[in-house]
């Protein structure tokens, strides 16, 4: 079997996939374009190759392995046309991320930006507006894996974490779930709202001017899912009209975020360069699902983490 890489995880990790029996090409994903070499490649384990990269041309490519959780990037309907496989790498950034979501909600209840600002200027001035996070009712708007261990961390701060989902499914560490026609209820009675959900066609700018009028004066928006999911203008308008006590945002329409936008100097706005999936351990997770998935698809048993190409997740 023979498998292209757009990305070197090093001599060893690579040998270890040899000693599975596969065949290895590497090509740098910003470089790579078809070849006759892909011809008869089976499996692709990439980022974001696409652009440039036709995978149609790839007559036998059966599978195809994102190192992201999001799909958004793959061309989904060539895909499903092919009848090929996706799998991402589900659960493999969500302890960062869930570190992240709690890091966040605290930097505003805490006004750690003020008093960073205030630190600057020598400035000796006692905050008085700090919040306790103790009690809050923190909603997750998608339950997968980035929620539930946000959810996990929350639980030691003795919030009342609760979620939204398709049908209102149980799910680990959140003490109740709704079903998604009940979002509009859930985002009345939450102090915190954190997004978490796949983006697909149904969940483009869900949180639109109609939802943001619907959450309370005083909640916190977080977004770690993908900028699109949140209408920017409606939220940029929301908050200039002084609505919301802060946003954490790590990841936005555009990517990276236009110089010109109004959230980079909107006080109660914490912006981040899509940074929330960091951390030491990135590589070791990505490579260790990699590794599984490869490791079972040389034995023909069942991949993990395969997405259900109808639903988009």
Not at 169 to 175: D, G, H, N, R
Not at 187 to 201: E, F, G, M, Q, R
């Amino acid at each position: 079997m023979k498998a292209l890489f757009t990305y070197d995880y090093g001599q060893e990790k690579m040998d270890s996939i040899r000693a599975l029996g596969y065949e290895l090409l590497v090509v740098d994903e910003k470089n790579v374009t078809y070849s006759e070499e892909m011809q008869d490649v089976e499996v692709l384990v990439c980022y974001n190759p696409f652009r440039s990269l036709d995978i149609k041309k790839m007559r036998d490519l059966k599978w195809i392995q994102l190192s992201s959780i999001g799909i958004d990037q793959a061309p989904v309907d060539v895909i499903k046309e092919q009848g090929m496989i996706l799998t991402n790498n589900k659960g493999g950034y969500s302890i960062p991320m869930g570190e992240w979501v709690v890091l966040k909600i605290l930097e505003i209840y805490k006004q750690t930006h003020q008093l960073y600002e205030q630190q600057q200027l020598k400035t000796w001035k006692m905050r008085t507006g700090l919040l306790e996070l103790y009690g809050k009712k923190v909603a997750f708007i998608g339950t997968g894996s980035i929620a539930v261990e946000s959810a996990k961390r929350l639980r030691g701060f003795e919030a009342k974490v609760i979620g939204v989902n398709t049908e209102g499914t149980e799910a680990p560490y959140f003490e109740q779930c709704y079903p998604v026609r009940e979002l509009e209820e859930v985002l009345k009675i939450s102090d915190v709202v954190v997004l978490t959900i796949p983006y697909t066609k149904e969940t483009h700018h869900l949180i639109n001017e109609v939802r943001l009028k619907e959450m309370k004066k005083d909640a916190v928006l977080i977004n770690v899912s993908r900028g699109s999911i949140i209408d920017e203008k409606a939220l940029i308008k929301h908050m200039q009209e002084g609505n919301l006590l802060g946003v954490a945002l790590d990841v936005f329409e555009e990517e990276p975020l236009w110089e010109e936008s109004p959230l980079w100097k909107l006080d109660n706005v914490i912006v981040t360069p899509h940074n929330s999936w960091i951390s030491e351990m990135r590589n070791e997770r990505r490579f260790s699902l990699i590794y599984e998935n490869l490791k079972r698809y040389s034995e023909e048993n069942e991949l993990v983490n395969v997405l259900n190409l109808a639903k988009g997740y």
